[in-house]
């Protein structure tokens, strides 16, 4: 790829950030894609944006897909975008002339490109073309307090309103954001603010022993519902997007509740494709519990952290899921990673400058052949254009035996101390290695390690861990085949409906099933597997919605056994994830080996 100018950060807010406390960076963006293959069943990766995801991209009424780079940490300072000619394959950067003010999104009634923008300190103002994206461009102000984070337009009711979902600061000037949109009757000329609503704060309890960053609601993702009714996913600091109801087309939001989406702290994303079906790009993750802080913690003094004011550390940010709705929402089906980051194990991951690194925030548009386009992701070496098409995520079976490497797999581990902005640097945990059996073919490592350096930075945990996706369902049945090791102090294998970090030393708190083998291969008192033999153990489930029950079957080897594992916690999105994790108490150089999985749902 041929490299381009330096990013620099573009003063815009996000969350609650002050846009002060962003840096630039200095990394070069490719002009051209390279070229991709033109199967784009599963996910591909097709380019990477020219700045951050929420914003900017669009596709012409002829097809001509556009990115512009008026997002947060944009490539360069100078108006411009990537255009694709090939439905996102390939991409060429284009400059802007002066004065051009670029919008993502076409009225369906004049055809004219309209959004809304935040001038700090200034307020909002509307973006309205006048002769088509190239035309020329009035731009004026209709609110006068700023409006933070402002998603694309959302056409309703046949394109005669509009909707841009907003967030504000809190009347009484509590921590935290509250969520709303902006409606425009006339075709974004004039606009009126619905209603502000506000999820509740995160508490300290149980597995977190501090309170996160206190986001409220913000980032709203705005649906129209056949039956009229307007559907609101917003990000909060809970364990969950909550959702919020408006009867009269975004005017008024009922009281907010949790949805069934996980998320943490991360942007959702609803679109309806040609086909009426509707899609949900989110974070389907859970981060690491909250640690005690005080001052004692020289990081945190005057930082806004001690008192939940500002983020600390990202760790749910490395997995962008996908699910789809035939249904208006009553039932989803694949809750499949769209895109792992790349960098999740990089050493030097909190050391490359700028600020929120990640996958998480996104946008998409539908292509002619039903295929869509995905941009994602904030940090200029995190983000990335994918295009795939929406029936993989109506796939009932995936199985993975390490052919592709780690390529679908999370192994990272945290190393101690935050570095940079909100981050941990990272290194590789479990790893592949030589299968014993089959010369050429490799089998995944399990265990806990001491580092052997004198000066090498402690790690969050030691113990390591394995998380692989597959599509979701409250049925199905899942094998894997595995190898505890002579000397080994043995592992548990958790059954999830998200994505639990590798290390997370509470991960059996989230999973739906697990179960917990010893080193001396004991899965019960009186039934045992065999150290040092390989074995196949297949968990089998049916129903996912009273917890206490024996609702998973697991035989070893073919041979059904005594142990019925109890739910642990009810799910309606299914099963998604197979979680493996050491559970050594100190050092565990043997550990498991897991040689392949396989997964199937009804």
Known sequence: MAAGGA????????????????????????????????????????????????????????????????????????????????????????????GTIAADQRSPISGEYIRL??????????????????GRWEMRKVWGRSGGMLKPPVFIRGGKRILVGCQFPREDGGPGLRAGTFYS???????????????????????HKSARWQNGACEPAILEWKDGRVWMLMRTSQDNLYESISADGGQTWEAP???????????????????????????????????????????????????????????????????????????WRGFRELYLNPRRNDRNYAETGGTDRSVHQSQFVELDDGSVLVSLGQHSLHRALVRFH?????????????????????????VAGIRGHCAFNRRAGADLVE???????????????????????????ENQGAVWNFPAGTAGALTVRVKFLDGGQ?????????????????????????????????????????????????FSWNGLAKTGEDACALSIDGVPSKVRLPLNRSSVNGIGYVHFQSTAEDEDTAGFLVESVGARVK
């Open 257 to 331: 509740r949790p949805s069934r989406f996980y998320s943490t702290l991360t942007m959702p994303t609803l679109g309806r494709l040609k086909d009426g079906r509707v899609l949900l790009l989110w974070n389907n993750t859970t981060p690491l519990p909250e640690v005690a802080r005080d001052e004692s913690h020289l990081f945190f003094v005057g930082s806004g952290v001690l008192d939940a004011t500002w983020e600390d550390v990202f760790t749910n940010r490395d997995a962008i899921h996908a699910a789809i709705s035939s249904d208006e929402g009553k039932t």
């Open 185 to 207: 009757d006339d075709d974004g000329f004039t606009w009126s603010r619905s209603n502000l609503v506000v999820a509740p704060p995160h508490a300290p309890g149980g597995v």
């Open 117 to 134: 923008l935040e001038r700090e300190g200034e307020g909002v103002f509307v973006a309205r073309s006048r002769g088509g994206i190239d």
């Open 490 to 538: 043995g592992g548990r294998i958790s059954l999830l409906d998200r994505w639990v970090n590798p290390t997370d030393p509470v991960v059996d708190l989230y999973a739906m099933f697990t179960v917990r083998i010893g080193g001396d291969g004991a899965v019960r008192p009186n039934e045992r597997i065999e150290p040092g033999r390989w074995h196949e153990l297949t």
């Open 390 to 414: 929406p029936d993989w995520l109506l796939e009932k079976a995936r199985s993975d035996s390490f052919e592709n490497g780690l390529e679908a797999w999370s192994v990272h581990m945290y």
């Open 7 to 98: 990013v620099r950060f573009s003063p815009r807010s996000t969350c609650g950030k002050p846009a002060a406390r962003a840096a630039a960076i200095l990394l070069g963006i490719a002009l051209v894609a390279e070229a991709q293959p033109r199967d784009a069943f599963a996910p591909v990766f097709v380019g990477r944006p020219p700045s951050d995801a929420y914003i900017g991209l669009t596709r012409l009424p002829r097809g001509e897909l556009r990115h512009y780079n008026y997002g947060e940490w944009a490539e360069s300072e100078a108006p411009s975008y990537i255009v694709s000619l090939d439905n996102g394959f390939t991409w060429q950067r284009k400059q802007l002339p002066g």
């Open 435 to 461: 299968h014993p059996d089959h010369p050429g073919k490799k089998a995944l490592r399990v265990r806990r390690l001491r580092s052997r350096r004198p000066r090498e930075p402690a790690l969050v945990s």
